[in-house]
């Protein structure tokens, strides 16, 4: 997971050089960062249900071979169109690879220990995060646009060979007919719909303002603040450094607490960030708005994770945890789309960051509605899980 976001974190501080050399705009990145998440849209939910068929482990050497060649591609491409061809593949990469990383930790945790066991997971995903925009405005800045992709590859390959040879296949007692799995996941989506319903708003809110960073955001930085590849980097590496920081605790602290709080907390706190943004004046400014961005991110990731798993049988899994991939790409090609039609014909990032907020706040409205307040592990049931296992009445017989 480190590695994998190692290499999508990169390219943070290196696009919007790269396409400002082109002389194209923000639109041209808005296109460029959704073609990322259009190609998880098309195989989030094909290669969840892989997953679930031939097992969580070929889903993640598969992957890992697509991310190192999608690095090779950067590294050798002269226009912006190799960079889209290259970044789809990473789209297809992360379409397999972090629902089967999920559903990998979910078949070995119990539900008890689930928010630890997928904070550790977020956390690993978060040094990737630190690492990757770091190490990318540094290499860009000093050594070129090329030389980071290279590195990002060889070291996936190490990588490969050791998730190859550590990563043993979970045991599963079952192993449903396409028939049954389809009906399976129609009626784990059905039995807890609201619940289901309010974190796919609050996973579209919490996606959709990164996306706003990634195209508004960077480019109005690089423009107005003047920064430099290096200062992104800095960014970037704060909101993950906060992030590992709490995603641990925070998860820690939903399996004690229950689910529900940090992620309406969360929420609320990614609209209060974007605002921050809006406001900012200086890099310290911006700086300040990472921290809060990233103890959002640190609330809502983990928990959100462990109550989908908390809500979902075992045997569905891959497919349901695809289905809010999807949910979560949606976001991701509709605002760096959104983000680079307004940045284009207003020139500032203010009215992108706006929406961001907005849209945030519905997320934490959604969640503080929808959510059921239920500690895991405990004997209570989640609201529509109980009048489906309540014993029924017995009647009276007759005489």
């Known amino acids: 997971m480190a590695i994998l976001q190692i290499g999508f974190g990169i390219v943070f501080p290196i696009f919007p050089y790269y396409i400002l050399?082109?002389?194209?705009?923000?639109?041209?990145?808005?296109?460029?960062?959704?073609?990322?998440?259009?190609?998880?849209?098309?195989?989030?939910?094909?290669?969840?249900?892989?997953?679930?068929?031939?097992?969580?482990?070929?889903?993640?050497?598969?992957?890992?071979?697509?991310?190192?060649?999608?690095?090779?591609?950067?590294?050798?491409?002269?226009?912006?169109?190799?960079?889209i061809v290259a970044r789809v593949i990473e789209g297809a990469v992360s379409a397999g690879f972090f629902p089967a990383a999920n559903a990998f930790v979910a078949d070995v945790t119990a539900a008890a220990s689930r928010g630890k066991a997928m904070g550790y997971l977020s956390a690993g995903g978060m040094v990737g995060f630190i690492v990757g925009p770091t190490a990318g405005?540094?290499?860009?800045?000093?050594?070129?646009?090329?030389?980071?992709?290279?590195?990002?590859?060889?070291?996936?390959?190490?990588?490969?060979?050791?998730?190859?040879?550590?990563?043993?296949?979970?045991?599963?007692?079952?192993?449903?007919?396409?028939?049954?799995?389809?009906?399976?996941?129609?009626?784990?989506?059905?039995?807890?719909?609201?619940?289901?319903?309010?974190?796919?708003?609050?996973?579209?809110?919490n996606v959709f303002a990164l996306g706003i960073l990634e195209v508004a955001f960077t480019l109005d930085a690089v423009q107005r603040f003047k920064v430099t590849p290096l200062q992104i980097g800095l960014f970037f590496g704060v909101v993950g450094a906060i992030t590992i920081c709490g995603s641990i605790g925070f998860g820690?602290?939903?399996?004690?607490?229950?689910?529900?709080?940090?992620?309406?907390?969360?929420?609320?706190?990614?609209?209060?960030?974007?605002?921050?943004?809006?406001?900012?004046?200086?890099?310290?400014?911006?700086?300040?708005?990472?921290?809060?961005?990233?103890?959002?991110?640190?609330?809502?990731?983990?928990?959100?994770?462990?109550?989908?798993?908390?809500?979902?049988?075992k045997n569905a899994y891959g497919v349901v945890m695809g289905v809010f991939g999807m949910v979560n790409n949606s976001a991701y090609v509709i605002s760096p789309l959104l983000a680079g039609y307004l940045y284009s014909e207003s020139g500032v990032a203010s009215g992108s960051l706006l929406l961001g907020a907005i849209v945030s706040v519905v997320g934490c409205l959604c969640a503080m509605t929808g959510l059921p307040?239920?500690?895991?592990?405990?004997?209570?049931?989640?609201?529509?899980?109980?009048?489906?296992?309540?014993?029924?009445?017995?009647?009276d017989s007759l005489p």
């Open 21 to 83: 050399s082109l002389h194209l705009g923000a639109m041209e990145l808005g296109v460029l960062a959704a073609s990322y998440a259009l190609a998880q849209i098309v195989l989030s939910g094909p290669l969840g249900h892989l997953s679930d068929r031939t097992g969580r482990k070929p889903v993640l050497v598969t992957a890992m071979v697509g991310f190192a060649a999608a690095n090779v591609l950067y590294a050798s491409a002269n226009d912006v169109y190799m960079m």
């Open 252 to 313: 820690l602290a939903s399996d004690k607490l229950g689910r529900k709080w940090p992620i309406v907390v969360g929420s609320l706190l990614g609209a209060i960030s974007m605002l921050m943004f809006m406001q900012a004046t200086e890099i310290i400014g911006l700086l300040e708005g990472a921290v809060v961005l990233g103890l959002a991110i640190s609330m809502r990731g983990p928990t959100t994770q462990a109550m989908v798993a908390d809500l979902t049988d």
């Open 137 to 205: 405005g540094v290499l860009a800045q000093f050594f070129g646009l090329r030389l980071p992709f290279i590195i990002t590859a060889a070291i996936t390959l190490v990588t490969l060979a050791a998730l190859h040879r550590l990563i043993t296949e979970p045991e599963r007692h079952h192993e449903p007919t396409d028939t049954e799995q389809r009906v399976h996941v129609f009626e784990v989506l059905r039995r807890h719909s609201s619940a289901y319903a309010a974190l796919a708003v609050s996973v579209f809110a």
């Open 373 to 395: 307040s239920v500690v895991p592990g405990t004997k209570e049931h989640l609201p529509d899980q109980a009048a489906d296992e309540a014993p029924a009445p017995e009647r």
